[in-house]
Nanobody
Framework: QVQLVESGGGLVQAGGSLRPSCVVSRSIFSINYIGWYRQAPGKGRGLVAVRGVTGNTLYADSVKARFTISRYNAKNTLYLQMNSLEPEDKAMYYC???????????WGQGTQVTVSS
């Protein structure tokens, strides 16, 4: 079992930055893939960025040049540095963990990101 607790969302103006975090209940090294998904109102939940246990990463094309996924192993914490935020990035952001880059067994409760134009 894995518990994921997100924090660090908020309201920011377009062009600004946020860095949500996800605290994981066990060692990140014990999880094959951990990352971030997002869901905007009226849309499905989609991958933003994931990181494998070996350090490999996968990003959605829409965020590749602006977002960076990273981890602080000693604190079992995952981060998503989001720069140059756009109104289209407004969504609930979920931390997720699972056996593959698009296979999720565990979800966090989400943290809201709102970008004003």
């Amino acid at each position: 079992q894995v518990q994921l607790v997100e924090s660090g969302g908020g309201l920011v103006q377009a062009g600004g930055s946020l860095r949500p975090s996800c605290v994981v209940s066990r060692s990140i090294f014990s999880i094959n893939y951990i990352g971030w998904y997002r869901q905007a109102p009226g849309k499905g939940r989609g991958l933003v960025a994931v990181r494998g246990v070996t350090g490999n990463t996968l990003y959605a094309d829409s965020v590749k040049a602006r977002f960076t996924i990273s981890r602080y192993n000693a604190k079992n914490t995952l981060y998503l540095q989001m720069n140059s935020l756009e109104p289209e990035d407004k969504a609930m952001y979920y931390c997720a963990a699972g056996p593959g880059p698009r296979l999720v067994n565990y979800w966090g409760q989400g943290t809201q990101v709102t970008v004003s134009s």
